[in-house]
């Protein structure tokens, strides 16, 4: 049984539409790719799934019980763990208050977080808009994972980074799927990274799903026709 | 540079030297003079909670200090006339007791916060501000309009409220309760500050939406402070109606809920100590340029905008040259 399911996701950002009928599954311990070119609506899925923004039709449900109603905070605690685009940390907690002022008991705490990304240990005690920007992408996935999720959502975690940054963060994305078998919905662009770790991919075009399946069935031609890579 | 927290100390040690000298050299006047500084600073902790850490900026915290000097009006004005509050159903005396009507003021102004952080934490920037201005406004009105305990005029308590073991009409002894008061309450507040709740608290300050997105509920956490925040204010407030023996519809203007502002920016907004410093350098300048001019508020301007204007993080962010709080 899938751990999250979304049926025909409509929603608007008031008068545009940006969603017109969004399908897509995350299994248990299953890494799904969310790819689109920029504009397609990754974000606003996202957006739809962590409660951040009303769907006008469709759909949520996450383990078994329908969340299309639950405002965002409550669909957290269930276990939607949101590492947004653009690094947000708060800018002037320190690295630990950061990752503290989130947690929920469970596997993941700040020992774990530091094992996954030494370097958040080394720079405890350093406030958050000192980091650097890979240093900060490694503290909001912490942040998420500190929630102690059953999904993780990473959200372009790996957009404007120096490659070798973003080894870095894949490397302990493949960790995360090895170790513990979370469940991970990913967006990004870069199909090469992605090979790495993802089993399935859901690929956006103008809103709506238009093709989903196994990572390895995506051949060149399909990306080609609807990423343009 | 001065690390803040050797800045905090010396403040307190200040403010306590201030006090003891003035007993030693027996000037009472002095001592009343440093009593009000750390009652205000009360309830300037109070309001840092709220407006710093959280970034609600309320312009009404002077509904908490007038409840909680009404608090104590109402049951020492009870006691000192030997009648009862109500009858019926069941029977409320007047207390002279300044623990008992301590909590009373708690209990009445926490209980007036959640209702009040109810309606107004739904709107947020400039709406804050108005309903929080229109609920201070609303009880300034009530207190003016309720004739039973002096309306317009106030209402004189004759003597101190008794606590027990203490002369508390010895100025030294009553400073001594008050200081003790602020010591507790700036602890608990620290250990608040820093706690989860407090972290939490931060980020829901920086970005509700980052909070929510974490599973916590930003709404809770605001109207949890808040409640706590007018809870302190309304403690300062008994305190300062113990200190003049007198209450009055002033407590509950808007004027009042300004000062409780200038005292937090003056000393540095989420600053520890902000409050402390900034109600003692008010109550100085209050005392010597008051001496000076009768238009002793125009050099206060004047020192409010050069601090909001070169000295960010107020004066305990000037001092030790550091525009963030130490975490």
């Avoid at chain 2, 104590?72 to 623990?99: K, R, Y």
Wanted: proline content about 3%; overall charge neutral.
């Amino acid at each position: 049984m899938a751990l999250l399911k979304i049926s025909d996701i409509q929603a608007s950002y008031g008068a545009s539409q940006a969603l017109f009928g969004v399908d897509l599954e995350v299994g248990d311990g299953e890494v799904v790719a969310l790819m689109g070119r920029n504009g397609m609506g990754k974000s606003t899925t996202i957006k739809v799934i962590c409660r951040l923004l009303k769907n006008s039709s469709g759909t949520i449900d996450f383990a078994g019980a329908s969340i299309t109603k639950l405002p965002g905070h409550r669909v957290a605690r269930m276990g939607i763990g949101l590492c947004p685009e653009g690094r947000r940390c708060f800018s002037n907690l320190t690295v630990y208050e950061n990752l503290v002022a989130a947690s929920r008991s469970g596997e993941w705490n700040f020992e774990r977080v530091v094992e996954l990304f030494p370097r958040l240990g080394e720079r405890r005690n350093q406030y958050a808009n000192s980091l650097s920007g890979g240093e900060q992408q490694m503290l909001a996935i912490s942040r998420a994972l500190m929630t102690n999720p059953r999904l993780l959502i990473l959200d372009e975690a790996t957009e404007g980074l120096a490659p070798v940054v973003r080894q870095e963060i894949w490397a302990a994305i493949s960790k995360l799927k090895a170790e513990t078998g979370l469940s991970i919905l990913v967006v990004d662009k870069t199909i090469a990274e992605l090979a790495n770790v993802a089993d399935r991919a859901v690929i956006l075009e103008r809103g709506k799903s238009v093709w989903s399946g196994d990572f390895t069935a995506l051949t060149p031609e399909i990306s080609e026709q609807y990423l343009g890579v | 540079m001065i690390s803040e927290r050797f800045l905090n100390y010396t403040v307190a040690l200040l403010i306590l030297g201030m006090a003891l000298g003035a007993w030693v050299m027996d000037e009472p006047f002095l001592i009343t003079l440093t009593t009000k500084a750390v009652i205000l600073a009360l309830a300037g902790v109070g309001l840092n909670l709220a407006l710093g850490q959280g970034g609600l900026i309320s312009l009404g915290h002077a509904a908490f200090f007038g409840l909680g000097g009404y608090a104590m009006g109402v049951l020492a004005s009870h006691a000192q006339n030997f009648t009862p509050i109500m009858e019926t159903p069941f029977l409320i005396e007047g207390t002279n007791s300044m623990p008992i009507i301590w909590l009373v003021a708690i209990v009445v102004s926490s209980f007036f916060a959640f209702v009040i952080g109810l309606f107004s934490l739904r709107t947020s920037g400039v709406y804050f501000i108005m309903v929080t201005l229109a609920f201070g406004q609303m009880l300034y009105y009530f207190s003016i309009s309720w004739p039973a305990y002096g309306g317009e005029d106030g209402l004189s308590i004759y003597v101190r409220n008794s606590f027990p073991g203490l002369n508390t009409l010895d100025p030294i002894q009553f400073f001594g309760i008050c200081f003790v008061v602020l010591m507790v309450v700036i602890y608990g507040v620290n250990r608040l500050t820093h706690s989860s709740f407090g972290l939490a608290l931060n980020g829901a300050r920086q970005n509700a939406q980052r909070i929510r997105t974490v599973g916590l509920n930003p709404f809770k956490i605001q109207l949890i402070a808040f409640t706590i925040s007018g809870a302190i204010t309304g403690l300062a407030g008994a305190l300062f109606a113990d200190l003049n023996r007198f209450i009055s519809p002033t407590m509950f203007s808007w004027q009042t809920s300004g000062e409780i502002m200038v005292f937090i920016i003056l000393g540095g907004v989420a600053r520890l100590y902000g409050p402390v410093v900034g109600a003692a350098l008010f109550i100085l300048l209050e005392h010597w340029l008051g001496g000076l001019s009768e238009f002793w508020h125009i050099y206060l301007g004047v020192i409010l905008l050069s601090v909001v204007l070169f000295a960010r993080g107020g004066l305990i962010g000037a001092l030790s040259k550091k525009e963030n709080a130490d975490a």
